[in-house]
């Protein structure tokens, strides 16, 4: 009964994940760009443009420009959950890669740095003015989860074990759809119920920035507009509709 | 803090430029350019009035935007909320109103869009803050998308480089749309349309003002300079602000790119029909009436048969100029593909002073200690010559060239950090003076703070609308209407021209020099 109901939340939080993101990136592809806009420090190639995105990526350098502090708690956050997430994999693939066994360590301080980085981002939406004034209901519910999470992870780890080998038994039965039973642990079942939440929402949430840094042409144009003509399927059709007044 | 630095007398002072103000919510409320009249409205193709079902035509107009514009579609779906553009915006920073912060700005519209186009939205509108489109809405947006110029400094720091100016424009075009335009660009436009450029001057008047400044330059130099217009066969179309035939110091710097065509001897002209580089299509979004604008310039150039487009001092029309022209007018084919089309003035000056053509005598313009404003559109929109970053070191080459004190203001108020001088964007009408003075504060800040350090009396730009606004609000900040300068005015100050008046004193001067030496 509860394995079933788990692994129907996660057949569909999966299908969400999956489906809604692949609409948005597929809305964003097919919505053009009409006009050149990308930003100063604009790269004039493609291939500077890759790097653009890469720094961007990696580093959060525009950020790193703009406030020190959100690019502290900003950056710690990701790169913690990167850790967290690679430590994770091994519930879903056998034989475990070295390097996820690698990781393993790691993650779990990245679990404790994830927390420090999420806390001070919430904090900063009580304690500064201008970011308490933009925050909605929704901002703040979106750091309670992650946090949720975040803390239902690191009970399980170090006050309240769960049994985790069935755990990756549960998962490793539902990518080769052959249920095994998943524990009945009360911090699992959160953690988990939050989780699947958690990818449900992506799609429709504000997690999309993830996708949007992409697409956003201020960044990821090139700057070269006197070389190459840039034209709109829209408006080459409203080229060829008339001419000059 | 604060008493910390009342000990430190010159600092305390001149506060920080980029110092954050309280945040006093409602504070600009009220600002609300003119609205446009029935026809300027329909001169540009947009309906009288509101329109009866307006609500619906809006969020319609919305929807098909979003369809248009992937810049609009992902910079309202991507923002995380993290506050990092919260104090970037000179208009904030100058006023302190909350909804002057940039994504405060961009959730006036996020919020109707989340309303009517997401899942969130619909559903759970409390929750995502999302919001019906209602009058009081509307007139939040008339007010609040005009205290933004478009100035795209938000975007540099946004770490998905949202761009606070793609929503702005989006909300005016929609706004326009419903038949709520604004006075000032739209009348304006309206007249490009009609007579041809932004002040609505006719070619007879204009004329008449290029004799008069060719009679000036012969009078200061003993040159016949040429100032012609719609003269056909030339090789160069300059098109230029208006402002530029018109306005101090603007005119000025008119002269000096007459004085630069002539030493080079390239021929050149006006074009009546297009004797206007500013595109305030670009203001109100609209792509129809920024297109409009543009095949105006490529007409002017094909029938004039000139071989290269070169433009004057004006910061939005450079962004439209070099970013969008190619785009909207091209292919630019029938030009001479030796020269890059179009070409920005200070590019044409520069590639003179690389080829050693241009002699300048500094000294001449020894009365100024400069700065340099960088005027945004031309920092953050575009690029001058063949390297990122041109758009910084031509200019500031050319007043180096041309003047023997030149400081520049605190690095993270310039070049890509600039400030905008709180005039642009459609803002440039005294409606709007209240938001035009406090938001030129991050930048006279700066400059007061050069004027204190290195006693720089004066301010260079490329922007005809930077010159206009800085001409009006400096004398609120303690500075005179006309520290502002073009920076072809300092060529045109400097140049010394071959068989010149200038360049005979010069050389009787060196002469004179040599005789003393010799004697002593
Ligand atoms: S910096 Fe960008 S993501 Fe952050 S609040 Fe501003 S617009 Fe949103
Ligand atoms: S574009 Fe400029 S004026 Fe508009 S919100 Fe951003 S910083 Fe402010
Ligand atoms: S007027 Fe000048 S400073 Fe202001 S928006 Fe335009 S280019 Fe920028």
Known sequence: MLTGLYAILFYVATAVLVGGLAYRIRLYWNTPAPLKIPTTPAPTTEAGVALRLAREVVLFESLFKSNKWIWLFGWIFHAALLLVVLRHVRYFINPVPDIIVFVQEFGIYAGFAMIAGLAGLWARRFLVPRVRYISAPSDHLMLALLMAIGLSGLTMKFVAHTDIVAVKAFFIGLMTFSWQPLPADPVLLVHLTLVALLMIIFPFSKLLHGVGLFFSPTRNQADNPREKRHLAPWAAKLEAGEGPK | MADMSDYIMDESEIPDPLERPEIMPGSMEGLKPFIAKPDHQSALGFPGELVDNWQEKAIGKMGELLGKYRSLQVYLDSCVKCGACTDKCHYFLGTGDP??????????????????????????????????????????????????????????????????????????????????????????????????????????????????????????????????????????????????????????????????????????????????????????????????????????????????????????????????????????????????????????????????????????????????????????????????????????????????????????????????????????????????????????????????????????????????????????????????????????????????????????????????????
């Open chain 2, 99 to 520: 909804k002057n912060m940039p994504v405060a700005r961009q959730d006036l519209l996020r919020s109707v869009y989340r309303r009517y186009f997401t899942f969130s939205g619909k559903y759970f509108p409390k929750l995502v803050g999302a919001r019906d489109m209602t009058k009081e809405v509307l007139d939040e947006w008339y007010s609040y998308f005009h205290q933004c110029s478009q100035c795209r400094r938000c975007s540099v720091y946004c770490p998905y480089g949202i761009d606070t100016a793609e929503v702005s424009m989006a909300a005016r075009e929609i706004m326009d749309s419903v038949g709520v335009g604004q006075k000032y660009c739209n009348e304006i436009i309206g007249k490009v349309y009609k007579i041809g450029n932004n002040l609505g001057l006719p070619k007879k008047a204009i004329q008449s003002t290029l004799e008069g400044l060719e009679e000036e330059l012969e009078e200061e130099t003993g040159l016949k300079i040429r100032m012609p217009i719609d003269e056909p066969g030339c090789e160069v179309l300059l098109i230029t602000p208006s402002a530029d035939l018109f306005a101090e110091p603007h005119i000025q710097g008119l002269m000096g790119y007459a004085k630069v065509f002539h030493e080079a001897g390239i021929s050149w002209t006006l074009s009546s029909y297009a004797s206007e580089a500013a595109n305030f299509g670009m203001f109100i979004g609209s792509y129809e009436n920024m297109r409009e604008v543009s095949l105006r310039i490529r007409k002017a150039a094909e029938e004039l048969g000139v071989k290269r487009i070169i433009f004057g001092e004006c910061g939005h029309a450079w962004r439209v100029a070099y970013s969008f022209l190619n785009t909207l007018a091209g292919p630019f084919d029938f030009l001479d593909p030796r020269y890059p089309s179009p070409q920005h003035i200070c590019e044409f000056t520069y590639d003179l002073m690389q080829e050693g053509k241009l002699k300048f005598d500094k000294s001449k313009n020894d009365q100024y200690r400069l700065t340099f404003h960088d005027s945004c559109n031309v920092a953050r929109a575009s690029r001058m010559g063949d390297k990122p970053g041109g758009q910084f070191e031509l200019p500031r080459a050319i007043l180096r060239a041309t003047c023997n004190h030149f400081f520049d203001m605190a690095e993270d108020t310039i070049k890509e950090a600039t400030f905008c001088c709180g005039g642009g964007g459609g803002l440039l009408t005294d409606d709007l003076m209240d938001i035009r003075i406090k938001g030129a504060q991050p930048r006279m800040r700066a400059l007061q703070q050069v004027r204190e350090e290195h006693g720089v009396t004066h301010m260079a730009a490329i922007c005809a609308i930077c010159k206009a606004q800085f001409t009006k609000v400096m004398p609120h900040y303690g500075f005179d209407m006309d520290s502002i300068l073009s920076v072809h005015q300092m060529v045109a100050n400097a140049i010394v021209m071959t068989g010149s008046i200038q360049a005979k004193e010069l050389e009787e001067n060196a002469n004179a020099a040599a005789a003393e030496g010799q004697a002593a």
